[in-house]
């Protein structure tokens, strides 16, 4: 579906390609609204989070400072708005395959525990992200105890 859409975009549109939609971009910026989303979920955004957060962006996504911080800059602005988290989980499960899904679950539980401790509405959140895209809830635990044994 996105592909289509990218797709009827530059076509119909007459978009440079250098102005089309790209789908890497989008996957990276559905992925790290998540971990934001993550990190103010307990309504106490630690430094410990924010930091985890963008280190992890930086080595998951193979980025530079800069890109880094403008994709965490356009993350924070998404999370600001965003109604619902359908609209990332969707392209996400739409494009990311059952391993790469996984790790989108397995990089919450990170941002979770990066604090420390582990919140009632931080728990709830990586529940509904993982049903959203559609992970077993075996493997939901299992990247939980994975995550915990470090």
Do not use: C
Request: avoid cysteine.
């Amino acid at each position: 579906m996105f592909k289509k859409i990218a797709s009827f975009l530059t076509e119909n549109l007459d978009l440079p390609e250098s102005t089309a939609v790209d789908e890497q971009h989008l996957l990276k910026l559905a992925t790290a609204t998540l971990m934001i989303e993550m990190a103010r979920a307990d309504f106490d955004e630690s430094e410990n989070e924010l930091q985890f957060v963008e280190k992890t962006l930086a080595q998951h996504f193979d980025l530079s400072d800069g890109e880094t911080s403008a994709l965490i800059e356009q993350a924070n602005q998404r999370a600001d708005h965003a109604i619902s988290l359908h609209e990332f989980t969707r392209l996400l499960h739409e494009e990311l395959n059952d391993a790469e899904k996984g790790q989108i679950v397995e990089l919450l539980w990170r941002v979770a525990y990066a604090d420390g401790r582990l919140d009632k509405y931080e728990d709830h959140l990586v529940r509904k992200v993982a049903d959203l895209l559609y992970v077993p809830h075996i493997e939901f635990m299992r990247l939980k105890h994975k995550v915990l044994s470090g």
